[in-house]
């Protein structure tokens, strides 16, 4: 099973912020990022990002239930980091799990 959490967080310059997460993870993790969509690939799972007009839609997915916990807390504490001048509201909204076909898009 993929066990996977969403987030939509209002930003005023989302895809900003999305290039700031993906560039400061890229030197250590797996990271691909182009255009409004990139991601990034922990040791518990992955962070799917869509980056709209006025939000940044986060979804975290993990084959683990306990990953997806690990997963928000870490996305959630660097853009929080990033963005300090304007702190965005992170509310994550656990999702069905779906079975293990892969990692899915945003």
Partial sequence: MT??????????QPRRYMTQLCKH???RLQV???GDRGSIVFGAGICLMQAGTDKLTLRVQSPGADGVP????????????FAFRAPP???WTDAEPV????????
């Fill in 25 to 27: 993870f890229e030197h």
């Fill in 70 to 81: 690990q997963l928000q807390d870490v996305v959630a504490r660097h853009l929080l980091r």
């Fill in 3 to 12: 066990y996977q959490s969403e987030a939509n967080v209002g930003l005023d």
């Fill in 99 to 106: 079975p293990d076909h892969g990692v899915g898009k945003v």
């Fill in 32 to 34: 691909a990022y182009e």
């Fill in 89 to 91: 509201d992170i509310t």
